[in-house]
């Protein structure tokens, strides 16, 4: 792997500093941290309650060292999550082939640059592949499985990455041109929680760019690559949290301690049904109504 075809991280900040410093921190330990680009988009404050906050990472993210460069995007107005990393990703990959996403409370395991830009490569030229993704929930791997990675349905926006041919094909008007009632995915696909999901975003109680970009990959029946250990972890799920559920047993995963650089990919795009239903399953009805019951009886003997 050259210097030339390492990906550049984008990092969406927005207020919480306690979460972004544990992110930033995991990811100057990453491998390829010194020889990768740093782009970070700053969104502007919300209110007066969120200000100083916002400052305050802007403080911070000024003095960010340890990568090749550090490019801050600093905006004077609220965007929103959604249009933030549309317009970022957009903007930058005009100039690079492909990216790598973070929000600002993900953290990365060391290898994490090393899997993501591996996979990058390995399926450019392949269409089929929508997607590249960081985090996984636990799996059992078959005895007889040999790969470092499995393909699903399914995108997933914690720690991702994806090409510039990929992410300027995307259609995200595409909900709004299929209807309200009509082509919403079923659930043996996706899980059970994406028609709720889809209803969330006609509503607009949803601010979310990953909807339409899952709905997007699910019509033109594209796929998105995991690993079978995942290189990221969400902890985010605090008061601050915007757009994740208040608990976070329901989306906990073991993070790669293996250190490994190098992987083992697929050279063709077939599904392993076994890791990629068990991957589906989590989103499961029943999944989920076991984690809400234990969610609200966590608060009920506060």
């Known amino acids: 792997m050259t210097n030339t075809n390492i990906a550049p991280v984008l990092v969406f900040v927005y207020k919480r500093l306690d979460t972004l410093t544990e992110t930033i921190n995991s990811l100057k330990r990453n491998f ?20 100083s906050k916002v ?25 929103g999550l959604a249009k933030s990393i549309i317009r970022g990703v ?6 690079y082939s492909s990216c790598i996403v973070l929000e600002d409370d993900l953290i990365t395991s060391p290898n994490f640059l090393n899997y993501m830009n591996d996979s990058l490569q390995k399926y450019e030229k392949n269409e089929k592949v929508f997607s590249i993704s960081g985090f996984t929930f636990p799996i059992k791997n078959p005895e007889s499985y040999e790969l470092d990675a499995y393909f699903n349905r399914r995108g997933c926006s914690w720690g991702w990455a994806t090409w510039a041919d990929r ?9 709004n041109r299929d209807g309200e009632k009509k082509n919403i995915p079923g659930t043996k696909i996706l899980g059970s929680d994406f028609p709720s999901l889809i209803q969330k975003y006609y509503n607009g109680t ?25 290189k990221v972890k969400n902890i985010g799920f605090g008061l601050d949290a915007t757009h994740t559920m208040k608990t976070e047993k ?8 293996s250190l490994s650089k190098n992987f083992s990919l697929s050279d063709d795009t077939a599904i392993d049904h ?10 499961s009805f029943m999944k989920r109504i076991k984690w809400r019951i234990l969610y609200d ?5 506060k």
């Open 167 to 175: 992410w300027q094909s995307i259609d995200w008007e595409i909900l």
């Open 90 to 95: 957009t903007e930058v990959l005009q100039n």
């Open 297 to 301: 009886l966590k608060n009920l003997f």
């Open 55 to 79: 400052q305050q990472v802007r403080g911070y993210i000024k003095n960010i060292e340890g990568f090749k460069s550090v490019n801050l995007n600093v905006s004077e107005k609220n965007r």
């Open 206 to 230: 949803a601010d979310s760019w990953a909807i339409p970009w899952c709905y997007f990959q699910y019509r033109n029946n594209l796929l998105t690559l995991y690993p079978t250990v995942s």
């Open 32 to 51: 390829l941290a010194p020889v990768t680009d740093l782009i970070i988009y700053s969104d502007g404050a919300k209110s007066d309650a969120d200000r």
């Open 274 to 283: 076994e890791l990629s239903d068990q991957y589906t399953n989590q989103f």
């Open 250 to 257: 329901r989306f906990a995963t073991y993070l790669d301690t």
